[in-house]
């Protein structure tokens, strides 16, 4: 049987054991700290939905095809610059300071202008007067009269003023000032471009409403912050992988400028397309244009050289076949030469490394050896025809160059009019139908849950952290036998609390007198009852209570003890021993004048300090006043005289005494007291206090009889039934 009762217990004792059982409890008994927490975070959760700012959000659509690149004009070679755009880069350019700059441009996004609120519902009750109201009464017009409005189109200020507020205070009329740190700046009216003195501020107001006083908040921002802002709430992704088809949303908190902004976003990449692929038809019309008066020229100089020469030589025709290889040779010729005009664009697009450049260059080594080869057949022919081919080939080659670059001119220039560029607006922007942010359920809930999270862990960490013993078992495994258990009582918790308010009733403190029926005087009757059997082989008839700390209820313990005592027949004599604080004369409704330390200073005599009770048969010592040397006046052999004589007179004397943690004196008292008894807290005095304690009475000569277990508090959590109490009501 002691081996299954010593592996119970290690079993409740090991760490590693999760008492499930005892953390519902824990949760049982903190119940109100749960609700009233959660109550009060979802009561914030739910404020936060009602008044939070709402945030809309507007959507668009962009297609962006393949691009397809290239000069222009190269025939076959066009489709070695073919290139397709990616997605990420053009969303890349999207996001661009190019793009977003035009867009803070265009809708003046640096400036910032408000009406100036109170802080966390300010806004809340702003938006209550800009709500349109169905109800033709005068009520509505005076909100909409009361709504504060304000459009600023321009304001400029030095640097130094960037991103710091001015308040502009309406006057009436359309008049404003406009102030910095309560220093005005300028004033006047809307519609007038106004500036400072110094002309190092200037602002121009189109529309403004509200009653006279009102105040609006006017700050510039810095274009690149403004930028920035746009940024951060401006998302763009690709749908699909490589579709093409881009998605743009923005968020904001002003319906109509959140989509004028996005509209303003996608309007201007749209443009900057189009632009861009204008640009590269003009950069090759440019370099056409330079080429055309050089080959005009070279065309005159070979038809002038052509004719020349056959004057000189009487005409000279070709034959067949010379005239095939003149043919195959201005062909070539040709080519070569569109080649040539193109190879400075190709190496400014790729690398001599990039397959489209290696390719470029084969072709054109290609054509110049087949140029070679047909050269060297020319070497056959007769010096006249030779010349005649010759000059012959020049006219044709430069007249078929010279009227290929007059096409591609007019094709670039109708390519530049009809420009569209490779992207275009599927839809523009429209808003949802409701606020995107705040998530009004989603916040009441996630608000709920947070605040009962953080309601449980409190209790369970409370729980952690409070070390005070809660089980009697505890105390009886040190060694201390618990002589009782004593219930908290509410009845003098109260009274306790309201003698403590100003101009407060007097009333009864002593619960034995006043309510003897509470559950904690039947627990101070068991006491009483187990003392007769602990004191018949006392030294003496003297009781000492003490205690490791304060406000742990030891004169409430000893004040309802010796009453319990005195009302079972026995004369009883009560002493407050705790010469420096003692406060039992409250418990009494007496004073704390003329007491033991009056007694022990030789300043009174015995029957002087003894004062009587609202209970018949118990009388009391005070305090007295308080001395310069408490624990010495004990030590005094007044004090011994002082308790033989008391001894004799009395069936039973009850000292209280203060903290033996805190003072000696309870160790010299002790000695001269038959029964020492020690008070403990529930939850307050931990198991290494009370050891500490107990040997700290040890040390002094001092044996303590046993434990009052006070303050005890019936939870779900706690354990140690076997000291409970019962309630008993007579009828």
Request: hydrophobic share 40%.
């Amino acid at each position: 049987m002691t081996a299954t009762n010593n592996s119970n217990k290690v079993n409740q004792t090991d760490p590693d054991v999760i008492d499930l059982g005892k953390l519902l409890g824990l949760l049982i008994d903190g119940r109100w700290t749960i609700i009233i927490t959660t109550a009060i975070f979802a009561a914030i959760a739910v404020f936060y939905a009602i008044t939070a700012t709402p945030v809309y959000k507007a959507d668009a659509l962009i297609q962006v095809e393949d691009k397809k690149g290239g000069l222009p004009g190269l025939g076959e070679l066009g489709d070695m610059f073919a290139s397709d755009s990616s997605g990420a880069t053009e969303i890349e350019l999207i996001k661009s300071r190019n793009i977003l700059g035009k867009a803070v441009d265009d809708l003046n996004l640096t400036i910032k202008a408000e009406p100036k609120v109170w802080p966390i519902i300010g806004k809340y009750l702003e938006r209550r007067k800009q709500v349109p109201s169905f109800a033709a009464n005068s009520a509505s017009t005076d909100n909409a009269e009361q709504a504060r409005v304000i459009k600023v189109a321009k304001l400029e200020v030095p640097n130094f003023l960037l991103g710091e507020p001015l308040q502009l205070i309406y006057q009436g009329n359309n008049q404003f000032k406009l102030y910095h740190d309560d220093i005005l700046i300028l004033s006047g009216s809307t519609h007038e471009l106004l500036k400072s003195g110094d002309g190092s501020v200037s602002i121009l107001v189109t529309d403004i409403s509200g009653v006279a006083g009102s105040e609006f908040s006017i700050t510039k921002n810095a274009r690149i912050a403004a930028i920035r802002s746009l940024l951060d709430n401006l998302s763009v992704s690709e749908r699909g992988k490589q579709s093409g088809i881009l998605s743009l949303a923005l968020e904001g908190t002003d319906r109509q400028l959140t989509l004028a902004t996005l509209n303003s976003v996608a309007k201007h990449y749209v443009l900057q397309n189009v632009q861009r692929t204008s640009a590269q038809a003009q950069q090759s019309l440019d370099f056409l244009k330079k080429q055309l008066p050089e080959l005009k020229q070279k065309l005159d100089a070979s038809e002038d050289a052509l004719n020349d020469y056959r004057l000189a030589n009487q005409s000279v025709d070709l034959s067949l076949e010379t005239q095939s290889m003149l043919q195959q040779m201005v062909d070539l010729e040709s080519r070569i030469s569109e080649l040539a005009f193109s190879e400075a664009d190709i190496a400014r697009r790729f690398t001599p490394e990039h397959p489209n450049y290696i390719a470029f260059k084969r072709k054109q080594k290609e054509l110049l050896e087949e140029r070679d080869r047909l050269a060297d057949q020319t070497h056959a022919l007769p010096k006249t025809q030779q010349e005649v081919l010759r000059l012959t080939r020049d006219v044709e080659v430069n007249q078929q160059i010279y009227l290929a670059l007059l096409n591609n001119v007019q094709e670039l220039n109708v390519a530049k009019a009809g420009t569209v560029g490779n992207v275009r607006l599927i839809d523009t922007a429209e808003l949802a139908e409701f606020p995107v942010k705040p998530k009004k359920p989603l916040i009441a809930v996630l608000g709920t849950m947070l605040g009962g999270m953080l309601s449980v862990a409190f209790v369970l960490l409370r729980a952690a952290f409070n070390r005070g013993v809660t089980n009697p078992e505890e105390l009886e495994e040190i060694g201390l036998n618990v002589y009782a258990s004593i219930p908290y009582s509410e009845s003098f918790g109260k009274r306790f609390k309201a003698s403590k308010r100003k101009n407060a009733k007097p009333q009864s403190l002593l619960l034995a007198h006043y309510d003897p029926t509470d559950l904690a005087i039947e627990a101070i009757r068991s006491l009483r009852t187990s003392l007769h059997f602990a004191m018949m082989d006392a030294t003496n008839n003297v009781i000492m209570l003490s205690g490791p700390s304060p406000e742990i209820g030891k004169s409430f313990v000893s004040a309802n003890l010796a009453t319990s005592l005195a009302q079972s027949g026995q004369k009883v004599l009560i002493v407050d021993a705790d010469l420096r604080k003692g406060y039992m004369q409250k418990l009494f409704g007496l004073t704390w004048d003329d007491g033991l330390s009056d007694l022990l200073c030789g300043d009174l005599s015995l029957d002087k300090v003894i004062k009587k009770t609202e209970v018949e048969g118990l009388d009391f010592i005070s305090r007295g006043q308080v001395p310069p040397n408490p624990a010495e006046l004990l030590m005094h052999k007044n004090f011994t005289e002082f308790m033989e004589t008391v001894s004799k007179q009395y069936d039973i004397v009850l000292i209280d005494t203060p903290p033996i943690l805190a003072v000696t004196d309870a160790g010299i008292v002790g000695k001269h007291c038959g029964t020492n008894l020690l008070v403990t807290r529930f939850g307050v005095n931990p198991i290494k206090q009370i050891e500490v304690t107990a040997r700290r009475f040890e040390q002094s000569g001092v044996e303590i009889k046993g434990v009052i277990f006070n303050g005890v508090i019936k939870t779900a959590a706690g354990k140690g039934d076997e000291y409970g109490y019962y309630s008993y009501e007579y009828k």
